[in-house]
Every structure is written in C-alpha cells, then in structure tokens.
C-alpha cells in the first residue's frame, strides 16, 4: 500500500479566492487523475509491465477544462526513461513539458486576459499542481520511482511529489495491477489535499496560509473484454475532502475512465478520463469539467513530437565604416558602463574587418567580467570577431554557472568550427548539461565533431545515444558507418531509427 500522505512542495503557491480562480497546467494536473489502481479478469491474460532497461518511453498529453469565464487547452509530452528492469524492480524516471493555451469563453467579460498567466501551472481553488521543468540542466526537475511488475511503488524520489490523491508526475501512466483472476476491484482510502489561503492585512496586501484539508479517495474498476492484446480497464473515481460548505465537500474531484492496457507489451497505451474539479464557497459552488488523454506515441508520431532543435543561429553582420568600427571599440574601453553594455550588444552585428585581432582581445576580457550578460554578448561577439585563441576561453566559459553565457559559448564555438571544441560538447551531451545547445554546435562543428560524437553512440544512457545518432544524421561519414550499423537495432526505437538514417548519411545517401 502506497504512503496516504504526500506534501506539496512549498514554493508551489496557489490561491482560493473564487473571483481569481486561476485555470493552468501540467503533467501534476494529469497525475491527479490517472495514477490510481486497476483489477483484471481471469479470462484475460495477466497484466504486468515489461518496460526494457535502456529504453525510453514518450507520452502526448492533451487536457481541456472549462472554467466559468476562460477555456483552458494543455499539450505536452512526458518521457520515461527506463533506467533498468530486472528482478529488484523496474526503475524510471519522468520528465517532460507542457504548454497552456487559455482564451475567454465568447460573451463573456474578463478584467485579465489569459496572456498574463502563462506559467504553465495548473491552479483550481486552492491548488496549484506543479510540474516538470521546462529546461534542460539546472532547470529540470527529474522524479525517479521503483515499482514491481504489478506497479507497486518500491521506492520514489523527486521534488514532484503531489499529494498522495493526486499520484505524481513520476507515475502518470503506472496503475498498480491486481493478480489475475479479478474481474473488478474497489480501493478506498484517506489522504490529505495542500492547499493555500489568502489572508490579506490590507485591501491590497496578504499573505498566504497553508491548509491542509483530510479527504477520502475512492476508485473502482472493471476489466472489459479484451481486443487480442488490447485491455480496456474501466475506472470511476470519487474524492471527497471532509470540510463542507453548506453540507457539500468543499472540493470534490470525480469523473470516469478507461484505460487501454496492451498485454504484449507491458503497458498502458492510452488513458482517456472525463470528470470535473467542484469547488464549494458561502455564495457559489464551482463546476470546472476537464478532459484527459494520455497516449503513447510510436512510429512517425513519436518522431514528430520529438522535433529537432533548429539548427544554429545564423550570424548576420553588416560592413561598418572605419569610424563606426572605431566608436565601437572606443565605446567598449569605457568607463561609462551603459556605453559598454550598448557596443557588446552591437559587436556582434558588425561585419569583422582589420581591427579584428584588438576587438577579439576587448571581448575575451569580457569573459570575466562580472556581468553575466557582459559575458553573455562577448560570446556572441566572439562568434563573430573570434579566432584561435578564443577557443581556449570560450570552452572554460561552458562551466559558467549562468546559462546566457554558457549557451552564448556553445553557440560561439559551434560558428567558429575549431576541433578543439568537439570533446567539451560532447561532454556536455554526454552529461545532459544543455544537450539542446550542444548538439547544434555539433551539428555546425562537422567533420570536426563526428569523431567525438561516434564516442556516444554506444554510451549506457539512451537519450545520449540517441542524440548521438541525430546529430551523425547530418554529419557523419564512412568512418561512423561500423557503429551506425550496429546502433540500428539498439533497444531504444528511436536510438535505432536515428541510426538507420545516419547509415544513409554515412554512405553519401539522401
């Protein structure tokens, strides 16, 4: 039995004002309402997971929830990285994004349009359901869970914790599967919803409280017949916390779903829930209906999803004039520091003609300075204005703890193709620091790179290899072809379909 208690990280701060109800989301919104428990029958095979070590596992997420004055529309994907599989459990991690699209419902008057509330956070009531991050690095908020092959949770850790009712992001698809033999099960249980209230000290100043309100959680479901491999596995689910107003839960979360279970594989394919969120106050009770799908994605879908970075940034860069050139570099010795700030972001607008050798020794002092967008534009500068000894600075310059000059160093090495740089990006593809960035500046390295990269094509982590493959795909030669061959039937799908194009590649096929 999993833990009835679970805490929502402090920082996740919500209001349950009724006139500012916020509608938004992420995969914490999905999590509340899939991630509960589910029986099967004994004319139906057992359902268990068989998710393979290594590979990794991509979810489309669509939620639609109509609010009294805004419809709120969510799209993302979630992925699940298999970490390993073996006789101690199955071992995952979950990361993903999601975007909110929000518009006003037609007719209707609203004092703030949904453009001002873009934080991609799901907020109903007194909830605000947090989610994975958006970024890559420091950014990203990766939840690691251990289960049995039934979906008993062994072990979990994260910072993505919902409260137990709502499940968390790390479990989105996984339901605990009963022994087989169960045509139906019920599963009831306490658990405690977080939420926070606004105490205002003035008209215009507040502050906010935490609440913790007891609820009861009930779920049932019924195995269908099964379609070959296919299992439908039928769900209702009724949450109901104990505080009422005038007699009604103060929230209620209920709805129905069904869940599509493929045996052959070990997994849920789809998972489709339509229910609502209620919410009940001294003047008014609220009825928010939302729609959920979960679907696997596979073949030309998955690709798709899964979309490339564009390529790296073209440097576009105009003549200037001798004396424009020379109020440039006089503005960047300054002592007037808005002169200085003003000439770093125009250096790298400016076409490199004689002086380039002084400009390039200006902005290699810019590295250290303590500006981190100084050391940001001076990057970009170096893109432009740069040569070989700015290859040495710009590589220390990828441990710079602020990302705009970390990514602005990426860039800069990748336009200016110098071999020197192809191992420190590989590293950080390798390390998942900005794999984005560095797999751009691989990309635009070239022939320079592919001996660094064909290094990753046989690394233990999937995403590494895969990326890998993708970034061969455009640059490899002959030499990759070997590997490439051999990372066509890598246990990671899209690792293998991303080799089988770079074999293409390799051998000068379009």
């Given at each position: 039995?999993?833990?009835?208690?679970?805490?929502?990280?402090?920082?996740?701060?919500?209001?349950?004002?009724?006139?500012?109800?916020?509608?938004?989301?992420?995969?914490?919104?999905?999590?509340?309402?899939?991630?509960?428990?589910?029986?099967?029958?004994?004319?139906?095979?057992?359902?268990?997971?068989?998710?393979?070590?290594?590979?990794?596992?991509?979810?489309?997420?669509?939620?639609?929830?109509?609010?009294?004055?805004?419809?709120?529309?969510?799209?993302?994907?979630?992925?699940?990285?298999?970490?390993?599989?073996?006789?101690?459990?199955?071992?995952?991690?979950?990361?993903?994004?999601?975007?909110?699209?929000?518009?006003?419902?037609?007719?209707?008057?609203?004092?703030?349009?949904?453009?001002?509330?873009?934080?991609?956070?799901?907020?109903?009531?007194?909830?605000?359901?947090?989610?994975?991050?958006?970024?890559?690095?420091?950014?990203?908020?990766?939840?690691?869970?251990?289960?049995?092959?039934?979906?008993?949770?062994?072990?979990?850790?994260?910072?993505?914790?919902?409260?137990?009712?709502?499940?968390?992001?790390?479990?989105?698809?996984?339901?605990?599967?009963?022994?087989?033999?169960?045509?139906?099960?019920?599963?009831?249980?306490?658990?405690?919803?977080?939420?926070?209230?606004?105490?205002?000290?003035?008209?215009?100043?507040?502050?906010?409280?935490?609440?913790?309100?007891?609820?009861?959680?009930?779920?049932?479901?019924?195995?269908g017949k099964p379609a070959g491999h296919l299992v439908p596995v039928l769900k209702n689910y009724d949450l109901k916390t104990l505080?009422?107003?005038?007699?009604?839960?103060?929230?209620?979360?209920?709805?129905?779903?069904?869940?599509?279970?493929?045996?052959?594989?070990?997994?849920?394919?789809?998972?489709?829930?339509?229910?609502?969120?209620?919410?009940?106050?001294?003047?008014?009770?609220?009825?928010?209906?939302?729609?959920?799908?979960?679907?696997?994605?596979?073949?030309?879908?998955?690709?798709?999803?899964?979309?490339?970075?564009?390529?790296?940034?073209?440097?576009?860069?105009?003549?200037?004039?001798?004396?424009?050139r020379a109020a440039l570099v006089a503005d960047l010795k300054s002592d007037d520091k808005a002169k200085r700030n003003l000439a770093?972001?125009?250096?790298?607008?400016?076409?490199?003609?004689?002086?380039?050798?002084?400009?390039?020794?200006?902005?290699?002092?810019?590295?250290?300075?303590?500006?981190?967008?100084?050391?940001?534009?001076?990057?970009?500068?170096?893109?432009?204005?740069?040569?070989?000894?700015?290859?040495?600075?710009?590589?220390?310059?990828?441990?710079?703890?602020?990302?705009?000059?970390?990514?602005?160093?990426?860039?800069?090495?990748?336009?200016?193709?110098?071999?020197?740089?192809?191992?420190?990006?590989?590293?950080?593809?390798?390390?998942?620091?900005?794999?984005?960035?560095?797999?751009?500046?691989?990309?635009?390295?070239?022939?320079?790179?592919?001996?660094?990269?064909?290094?990753?094509?046989?690394?233990?982590?999937?995403?590494?290899?895969?990326?890998?493959?993708?970034?061969?795909?455009?640059?490899?030669?002959?030499?990759?072809?070997?590997?490439?061959?051999?990372?066509?039937?890598?246990?990671?799908?899209?690792?293998?379909?991303?080799?089988?194009?770079?074999?293409?590649?390799?051998?000068?096929?379009?």
């Open positions: 039995m999993q833990p009835s208690v679970a805490c929502q990280p402090p920082h996740q701060r919500t209001d349950i004002t009724m006139h500012h109800r916020l509608l938004h989301f992420t995969f914490g919104s999905v999590a509340l309402l899939s991630g509960m428990l589910s029986p099967v029958t004994a004319a139906t095979p057992t359902l268990g997971y068989k998710f393979k070590a290594g590979s990794n596992y991509v979810y489309a997420v669509k939620i639609e929830a109509t609010e009294p004055k805004f419809i709120a529309t969510s799209t993302g994907n979630l992925t699940y990285q298999i970490k390993s599989a073996n006789q101690d459990g199955i071992t995952m991690t979950a990361k993903g994004t999601v975007n909110t699209h929000r518009k006003a419902k037609e007719g209707t008057s609203v004092r703030f349009g949904p453009s001002g509330f873009s934080d991609g956070a799901l907020r109903i009531g007194g909830f605000r359901f947090a989610g994975l991050g958006a970024y890559d690095g420091p950014f990203a908020t990766p939840n690691e869970v251990q289960i049995d092959t039934s979906g008993r949770v062994l072990r979990e850790t994260g910072e993505s914790q919902l409260p137990q009712a709502f499940g968390a992001l790390s479990r989105l698809v996984i339901e605990q599967l009963p022994p087989a033999g169960k045509s139906s099960f019920e599963h009831n249980k306490d658990c405690v919803l977080l939420t926070e209230e606004k105490q205002y000290r003035t008209p215009m100043t507040y502050t906010l409280k935490e609440v913790r309100l007891p609820a009861i959680e009930k779920t049932s479901y019924t195995v505080a009422t107003v005038g007699g009604q839960p103060k929230y209620e979360i209920k709805g129905v779903g069904t869940n599509t279970f493929d045996v052959q594989a070990g997994l849920f394919r789809e998972l489709v829930f339509t229910g609502s969120i209620v919410e009940a106050s001294e003047n008014v009770t609220v009825r928010v209906p939302i729609v959920l799908t979960v679907k696997l994605l596979e073949g030309e879908a998955l690709v798709a999803a899964l979309k490339p970075p564009p390529p790296l940034p073209k440097l576009e860069t105009k003549a200037a004039t001798a004396d424009e770093l972001l125009r250096i790298s607008q400016v076409k490199p003609d004689a002086a380039r050798a002084e400009v390039e020794a200006i902005l290699l002092g810019f590295l250290k300075d303590e500006d981190q967008f100084a050391r940001q534009n001076a990057a970009k500068g170096l893109a432009v204005w740069g040569g070989k000894d700015s290859i040495a600075p710009l590589i220390k310059q990828l441990e710079d703890s602020a990302f705009p000059p970390r990514w602005a160093a990426i860039e800069a090495l990748g336009h200016l193709k110098d071999s020197r740089a192809a191992e420190p990006l590989a590293k950080l593809l390798a390390d998942r620091k900005d794999p984005l960035y560095a797999s751009n500046a691989l990309k635009a390295l070239g022939a320079e790179a592919e001996d660094a990269v064909l290094k990753l094509v046989q690394h233990e982590k999937p995403d590494v290899r895969r990326d890998a493959c993708g970034i061969l795909k455009v640059i490899a030669t002959a030499k990759s072809l070997p590997a490439l061959q051999k990372a066509s039937s890598d246990s990671d799908a899209l690792t293998a379909r991303f080799a089988k194009e770079a074999v293409k590649t390799a051998k000068g096929e379009k």
